[in-house]
């Protein structure tokens, strides 16, 4: 039966090589036939098909209608970003949300990623003072959104943290957990109708160590070596009650799903024959990843790897407890199994090497691995607009299978995945993020019929460009360009949203009649 089994996959293999031509590959840097050859079929017939935005990056209305000030906004008036610029305008999507329906029934996407803005609902951040305006305002986008026959998908917290509550020390302080439950309780309640598919937060990671550990995001606290912990373990138990709540107090009658979005880079060992780097490597995923998840998806506390890391090198550093700080066994009770689906944002991959990073008198999350990490600038192709941003799709499968043989065969949606380039004129023949998502998806696709991931939706990273945090307005990730000079804010679609609309269209690559392929 194994022999039979191993066969056919072998024969799976050795078809798809032997249709491979030079135009099976779309990067021409990789060119491993069992890797990176593209692959025709198409996604399950109820995949979700979408695109994801975030209200600080688009809404602007920073102010009106009652809105309280978020981190960022302080962080911006600060002239903290890019070219000191801000979103106090951005795309303007308070105002011109139905333009971007309407950009969205032309891609044919079946749902749309957003977030609420905490300030505009809650502009004292806490829930006995509710600002109507912000309310009516999402009740508004979310009715034009069923209107048009596209499902909503929520984000809770997507970054902008009212200020009143950074001013009590914000995620550091472990209050924090009920405030948020407290908003999310008026969100169930005030949008649960509307809303079938939930996110509690969107790259935990990524806040915590900006934010709270380099300092480089709002609130630019550099409390390096401690405060992404701290802020990890207070959001963590903010993710689990506000599950929790949804579960006992609103699933029944309100029937939705909700889940936490994870950001996970792909980590490849730089020397493969190094057991060093190879350990180092696969020490990185189960962090960056295992952080949150391990609570969430597996057994309630930080993954072991990462609590004796982080324990040794405190006590290299003579501290008599570890830095990261300890979940008792109720809070592991609370915290294990709290998902309905996995939310991953995946964009690049990074080479790991060993070197020893680990310092007694300096304590960060950057230097607890002893391990190194760049990019292979000789084959993976140039990334156009963000630095850390190369192409290598072949990542994205990997990991797709480390977090089924990690987590269990759980529902998974790929939340983000998107290509930036540079400011400059207009540049609608967008070839590299065509690229990008071409391969990329098919990345997807092979994880989903080689190897049985259970995935169930895909949404691009962005619909339109926007305000790309430190960054400004120096990153596009748009499939529409927005002028942002133009006080009209007018937006233009790129070739790649075109492309993206006839993926959705055929649901995938399907191998078209009287062709080899699928036109795109
Ligand atoms: C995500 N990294 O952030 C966010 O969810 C979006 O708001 C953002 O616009 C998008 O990705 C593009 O950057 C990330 O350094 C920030 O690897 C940084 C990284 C990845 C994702």
Known sequence: MAVLHLLAIVAFHLLIISEAKDSDFIYKEFTNPKRDTFVYGTFPKDFAWGVATASYQIEGAWDADGKGPSIWDTFTHNGRSHKKQNADVACDSYNKYEEDIAMMKKLGVSHYRFSLSWPRILPKGFANEVNREGIEYYKKLLD???????????????????QVLQDMGGWENEMMANYFAAYADLCF?????????????????????????????????????????RVGH????????AWHLYDQKYRKSQGGKISIVLHGNWFEPKNPDSEFDRAVAEKASYVELG????????????????????ANNSRIQQLSTSR?????????????????????????????????????HFASFFMEFNGEMSQDKESWPEPAGSPWLYPVPWGLRKLLNHIKQTYGDVPIYITENGFSEGEGPLNTKDTA???????????????????????KGYFAWSLMDNFEWRSGYSERFGLYHVDFEDPERPRTPRESANVYA????????PVQAGTDHTEL
Not at 195 to 220: M, Q, R
């Open 502 to 509: 006839k993926i959705i269209k055929n649901n995938g690559f």
């Open 433 to 455: 993020r065509i690229n990008y998502y071409k391969a990329y998806i098919n990345e997807a696709l092979k994880a989903y019929l080689i190897d049985s991931v259970n995935l």
């Open 291 to 310: 952080w949150f998840a391990n609570p969430i998806f597996g057994d309630g506390d930080y993954p072991a790897i990462m609590k004796d890391m982080i």
């Open 144 to 162: 034009a959104l069923h209107k048009a026959n596209i499902e909503p998908m929520v984000t809770l917290y997507h970054w902008d943290l009212p």
């Open 189 to 229: 309640q005030a949008f649960g109708e509307q809303v079938k598919l939930w996110i509690t937060f969107n790259e935990p990671t990524i806040f915590s160590l900006f934010g709270y550990e380099l300092g480089t995001d709002a609130p630019g606290l550099p409390h390096n070596g401690y405060g992404a912990y």
């Open 324 to 360: 990261l700080p300890e979940f008792t066994e109720d809070d592991k009770r609370m915290i294990e199994g709290t998902f309905d689906f996995f939310g991953l944002n995946h964009y690049t991959t990074n080479l790991v090497a060993h070197k020893p990073t680990v310092s007694e």
């Open 234 to 241: 207070t959001v963590i138990k903010a993710h689990a009650k």
